[in-house]
């Protein structure tokens, strides 16, 4: 039998006659049935992920419309825009049935595939349709009526469809209204989660700059009580979280009356203005505290800024966008790297772009001052209190800081002493100097740096867990330069900032390669010393590799080079297993960043992680 094209446009609808011409024009013969292609365990798991949020939504609803038509012979099906049934409910006789034209998980019933039917017809019209009996292309589905309906996201676009099938003779004229209501049940279920989502992370993201404003903000209601108040706040006033919330406003800021805007009060020896920024409908204002900034002693800022570092290498290049967002963000820092990779740079640098850049940057070697000393040099003393203590006493870093930023350098190295203290300082914001008893509230913000592995001192006991965690706020791990792919930006940067004149000196081809492939040990400290002698003693101004040899410690290790010769050839599995780590450690071990990255569904990662013992 064939298929009448001229059928009386009142007996075949429109887009029934529509799909049968694509069906002709697509070569397929309605006789003539095309092997199935059903998809395997692995792949369907993939379109499981890849759909997971429909799936999940959608079961409860289809369960529910099964429960009140259970007892007809009938299926309810979703399938993939791209024509994959990936979920199905229904009748077990009428499934039995159903499976001998594979109308089934894994099936595809794109038009292609099938010829006309509701679920490609649905997908081809992005309509609801009705495909009855002989309307199908093909005669072996003749004995269904199937009625789907396009399910569409948030955006508007194909998400799925929703079919519901049974033999033609059950056909009743409510079915499509049926299937086209359930299709917007599970839509509104989507977008309600959708908005849900949102909001929750809309409210997150308020509540994190809400707490990390730098600016003092507090939160009071209409009796004048604290409801909230951020981290600045805390430190500003001097009470904690606990201890503020729920008291009077004019308890604590005594010389305020909030409805006298702009009224100056003098706290910690700083001279601040509350000011309401707005009120909401609970009737709760927000109070920032405007702080009156003094005037700073140059020689105590900062010298670098974020312009001063001359990077074209993508890690380096994601560790000063980090650092950039972290600089406006009030939470303490961890910079690790070599020696000479720019921990102090990006340390000045963040503390210039934040908003304590007109406050002190104090910078603390720890592996360089003594043990006995170390105490008093972050904490300061009261006379008297050692032998040699001056006889006034003398504020220490931690105050020299206030306001400002703490460089902590070579932290790895300070005594376990030290570290509870310092501990104490960063839980209780305050210092009380060797030798005092007064407490002196301290507002600083820490950035530390170490050349060494923290969390591997922490595991040998060498390093508190709990100050790793309070320093830990972000952490930035700067390349070392013989894993940077700029070194050639670096070095033209070395020769143009000369400490001494010298007119157009050049590197030559082979000095450039030797530069690419040395091992700089000692990072940009290293290459600057080189570059700088060899600019002095280059003659003609050009820079040869003989030159650069003669000036360099060891001999050249062609690293990469040896590397690849001697690299055995990783079989499928070890390359899979070396992606998925090197794609964990980019993004942090976040498994949908990761997922996305690789191209494959969260679920198949995790499973791949399992099978692989990459468990994070
Ligand atoms: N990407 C860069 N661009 C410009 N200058 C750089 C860069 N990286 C390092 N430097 C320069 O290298 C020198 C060393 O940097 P810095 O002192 O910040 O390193 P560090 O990691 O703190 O070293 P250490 O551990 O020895 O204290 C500084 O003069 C700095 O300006």
Not at 265 to 282: E, G, M
């Amino acid at each position: 039998m064939s298929i009448d094209l001229n059928t009386s446009k009142g007996i075949v609808p429109n887009h029934i006659q529509e799909s049968w011409k694509r069906c002709y024009s697509n070569g397929l013969d309605p006789t003539t049935i095309n092997q199935d292609h059903i998809l395997g365990e692995y792949e369907l798991t993939e379109y499981y992920d890849k759909y997971e949020e429909l799936l999940y939504y959608s079961s409860s609803i289809l369960k529910d419309v099964h429960a009140s038509i259970r007892g007809t012979e009938f299926l309810l099906l979703i399938a993939t825009p791209e024509g994959y049934i990936i979920d199905t409910v229904g009748e077990p006789s009428f499934i039995r049935h159903a499976d001998n034209v594979a109308l089934r998980k894994g099936a595809n019933w794109l038009e292609e595939s099938k010829g006309t039917n509701a679920i490609g017809t649905a997908i081809v019209e992005k309509n609801s349709v009705l495909v009855h009996g002989s309307q199908h292309f093909w005669e072996n589905n003749h004995f269904l009526t199937c009625a789907a309906a396009p399910i569409l996201d948030s955006k508007g676009q194909l998400l799925g469809i929703l079919n519901l099938s049974s033999y033609q003779q059950n056909y009743h004229p409510l079915t499509l209204g049926l299937v086209k209501r359930t299709a917007h049940s599970i839509e509104q279920a989507l977008l309600l989660a959708h908005t849900q989502k949102q909001t929750k992370n809309f409210t997150k993201d308020l509540d994190f700059i809400y707490n990390h404003h730098p600016a003092p903000l507090i939160t009071v209601n209409k009796e004048g009580t604290i409801t909230r108040l951020n981290t600045a706040a805390t430190r500003t006033i001097g009470y904690s979280e606990q201890a503020a919330i729920g008291k009077p406003i004019s308890n604590i800021l005594v010389e305020v009356n909030p409805l006298v805007p702009e009224q100056k009060f003098l706290l910690n020896n700083q001279v601040f203005t509350p000011h309401i920024l707005t009120s909401d409908y609970r009737d709760q204002s927000y109070m920032l505290l405007r702080g009156e900034t003094k005037q700073q002693n140059a020689a105590l800022t900062n010298r670098y800024h974020f312009t001063d570092i001359i990077s074209q290498d993508s890690k380096m290049n994601e560790m000063i966008a980090i650092a950039k967002k972290a600089a406006i963000i009030d939470i303490n820092l961890l910079i690790s790297g070599e020696t000479g990779t720019g921990k102090e740079l990006f340390a000045q640098s963040i503390h210039g772009a934040s908003f304590r850049s007109n406050q002190p940057f104090i910078a603390i070697n720890c592996s360089a001052i003594p043990e006995s000393l170390l105490e008093s040099e972050l904490f300061g003393y009261e006379k008297g209190a050692f032998t040699g203590a001056k006889n006034q006493g003398q504020a220490g870093k931690f105050e020299a800081a206030n306001g400002g930023t703490l460089f902590l350098d070579e932290i790895g190295d300070m005594p376990l002493t030290a570290q509870a203290s310092l501990l104490r300082v960063l839980q209780e914001r305050c210092i009380t100097r060797i030798g005092g008893t007064t407490p002196r509230p301290i507002d600083v913000r820490i950035i530390a740096a170490t050349h060494k592995d923290l969390q591997q001192e922490v595991e040998a006991g060498r390093f508190r867990a709990d100050l790793y965690f309070r320093l830990n706020g972000f952490t930035l791990k700067l390349p070392p330069l013989r894993n940077r792919t700029d070194l050639l930006l670096l070095a033209e940067h070395i020769l143009s900032q000369l400490p001494f004149k010298k007119e157009n000196i050049e590197l030559t081809e082979d000095a450039q390669t030797f530069i690419t492939e040395y091992e700089w040990a000692g990072n940009f400290r290293q290459l600057q010393n080189v570059l700088q002698q060899a600019a002095f003693l280059a003659n003609e101004s050009r820079i040869t590799k003989s030159l650069l040899l003669s000036l360099c410690p060891s001999p050249v290790k062609p690293i990469e080079k040896e590397r690849t010769k001697s690299q055995k050839i990783m079989s499928l599995r070890e390359h899979e297993i070396a992606l998925i780590q090197q794609v964990l450690e980019q993004t942090n071990g976040n498994i949908s960043r990761a997922a996305k990255q690789l191209d494959i569904g969260r679920n198949t990662l995790y499973r791949k992680m399992k099978e692989y013992g990459l468990m994070l």
